[in-house]
């Protein structure tokens, strides 16, 4: 079976990409699933925050996009069983640039990704932006993964996320989906939070994920030891609300997959 392809992206800083792409994969990988994280951001905070010294690797996700390099010589294997990183580079700060020239630059991920059938997810850590690092990961991807902050300006984005999702879809992958919004840094004393999620769930209802990531000083904590979550402090809330979130992700994904299976049968039939 192929893999679950997720961008995680927002155009948004600051609001737990690299934090959900780290703590959903390993959350996952503890479920016995087989992850691969490719970071495609030039600040590398994925590849550092699963202590990964980016001065030893000896493949990045620059070589694979910007290069050709297949992608199976720049994985390596993280601190958590079962996780496997393609890292990035400071090269990235300048590789769209870079890519302006190259053939079919929007497709340069997807064609790297086709021949990868081992792993359960792959899951694309993107940067703030949608240039065409960002778009590579979404015209690779099958859906995305939406952190959203708990937050005023998360509302003012919403609209821009789903006039964005139309414009990749017509675009580039007609296929795009949202697997999911996780709305994060939510600190339940504040009307403000409760206001978000409320605001979020009227709109977006199918694709909220359960349950809301607390602020955690954990979270926080963790990537500077190099460590997602739930082998930095296994007990603390922020472990214990990803690997929930992981858990309902996987049960959505897998629900969706038997749903598409069951109809490519009926129209077989």
């Known amino acids: 079976m192929a893999p679950h392809v ?21 959350a996952l990988a503890a479920k016995g699933r087989r992850v691969l994280i490719i970071d495609i951001d030039p600040q590398a905070n994925a590849t550092s925050g ?38 990035a580079d400071l090269n990235l700060a300048g590789a769209e640039i870079e890519m ?14 086709e021949g990868v059938d081992n792993v359960d997810y792959i899951l694309i ?68 939070a409760h206001q978000v999620v409320d605001e979020v769930r009227a709109r977006f209802a199918d694709e909220l994920l359960l349950p809301l990531i607390p602020r955690n000083v954990r979270l926080s904590e963790a990537p500077s030891h190099g460590l997602p979550v739930d082998l930095y402090d296994p ?8 690997a929930e979130l992981a858990a309902n992700l996987d049960l959505r994904l897998a629900e969706r997959e038997r749903q598409r299976s069951a109809l490519a049968a009926g129209a077989a039939t």
């Open 50 to 87: 699963l202590g990964v010294d980016r001065s030893a690797v000896h493949g990045t996700s620059y070589d694979v996009i910007v290069s050709g390099r297949p992608i199976a010589e720049a994985r390596i294997q993280t601190v958590v069983p079962g996780l496997e990183l393609v890292p």
């Open 235 to 242: 007990t603390c809330r922020g472990a214990l609300a990803y």
């Open 125 to 192: 850590d993107c940067p703030p932006s949608l240039g065409l690092l960002t778009v590579n990961a979404a015209t690779a991807a099958g859906a995305l993964l939406v952190p959203i902050q708990c937050e005023f300006y998360a509302l003012e984005g919403l609209g821009l996320l789903t006039h964005t999702l139309s414009l990749l879809r017509r675009e580039l992958n007609p296929q795009l989906r949202i697997a999911g919004i996780v709305m994060t840094l939510f600190d339940g004393r504040l009307a403000l």
């Open 6 to 26: 997720l961008a995680v992206a927002n155009q948004k800083g600051g609001v737990g990409k690299t934090t959900t792409t780290i703590n959903v994969g390993s």
């Open 100 to 113: 302006i020239e190259l053939p079919v630059r929007e497709r340069r991920l997807a064609y790297a990704l």
